[in-house]
């Protein structure tokens, strides 16, 4: 299974395809030229119990790092998952 991101500089998403169909997305906006506000979190059947909700957030975290930007997770998933890995809090903001 491979994640996959789109950015359009105002908007994007990492997000796993099955079939050519995405079965799961983690939304963010960006927030300036330093920050992104991650809003959506959702994965679909196919994918449930996978952690793959958290594979997503691994990826962002990882984009944060690589851009040297935060992330301000307004998602309840995303904050929850922050709130239980301190390694992740770095790109906190």
């Not at 995405?22 to 994965?43: C, F, L, N, Q, R």
């Not at 997503?56 to 904050?79: D, G, M, N, T, Y």
Request: hydrophobic fraction near 40%; aromatic fraction near 10%; glycine fraction near 8%.
């Amino acid at each position: 299974m491979s994640i996959n991101q789109q950015d359009d500089g105002k908007k994007g998403r990492f997000f796993v395809e099955l079939d050519g169909k995405p079965e799961a997305e983690m939304h963010y906006v960006w927030a300036g030229h330093s920050k992104i506000i991650i809003d959506h979190t959702e994965v679909g059947e196919k994918l449930t119990g996978q952690n793959v909700g958290k594979q997503l957030l691994h990826q962002a975290v990882l984009f944060a790092r690589e851009k040297s930007i935060k992330i301000l997770p307004l998602c309840p998933f995303a904050q929850s998952v922050f709130d239980k890995v301190e390694d992740y809090r770095d790109v906190l903001f």
